[in-house]
């Protein structure tokens, strides 16, 4: 008896101190990358906030099966649609099963005469319970250096668009 007495208030204890010290993590967390591209913004707003273009530079579109359900792609456990665009950026809403869903923007700002710089963002808000603020600890890992390649895949595809 004295030792479930153990076992259970040390179970109490240890998820106290879990959930207290997810407690000082954020409950929204942004993962951003951005690059600087020589391209028209006619091209860079074709292949940014058109998903169907997402197959020339995204390489989970290129290597996966993509299904499409109405204006939204579906890959393998991922669904992306498209939320808003104006001139200079689109707002995606990005849904990764086992996740909260992720606002990912994708911004283009003139930074000099034929120069843009792409600003590419995932937000996503999380609840107070500590697996899901766990779980944001490898986002900027995860997120943040597939982001760099594929950011890297578009800015080789507007530099071979703008050269012909």
């Known amino acids: 008896m004295r030792f479930i007495k153990l076992v259970i208030i040390s179970l109490i204890v240890l998820a106290t ?3 207290g010290l997810s407690a000082l993590f954020p409950s929204t967390v942004i993962v951003s990358r951005a690059m600087e591209v020589s391209a028209l913004p006619s091209q860079i707003e074709k292949y940014t906030s058109n998903l169907k273009e997402w197959k020339y530079w995204m390489s989970d579109l290129k290597q996966n099966k993509v299904v499409w359900v109405g204006d939204t792609v579906k ?18 809403n990005w849904v990764a099963a086992g996740q909260r869903p992720y606002i990912v923007k994708i911004e283009w700002i003139p930074l000099q005469k034929g120069i843009y710089v792409i600003h590419w963002s995932f937000e ?5 319970y500590p697996w899901e603020k ?8 995860v997120l943040g ?12 595809l507007l530099l071979q668009e703008s050269n012909k």
């Open 17 to 19: 101190l879990i959930t």
């Open 75 to 92: 890959i393998s456990t991922q669904s992306i649609n498209l939320v808003s665009k104006n001139e200079n950026s689109a707002t995606f």
């Open 124 to 128: 996503q808000h999380v609840k107070w």
């Open 134 to 141: 766990f779980q944001t600890l490898l986002n900027e890992k």
């Open 145 to 156: 250096y597939k982001m760099e390649s594929e950011l890297a895949n578009l800015r080789d």
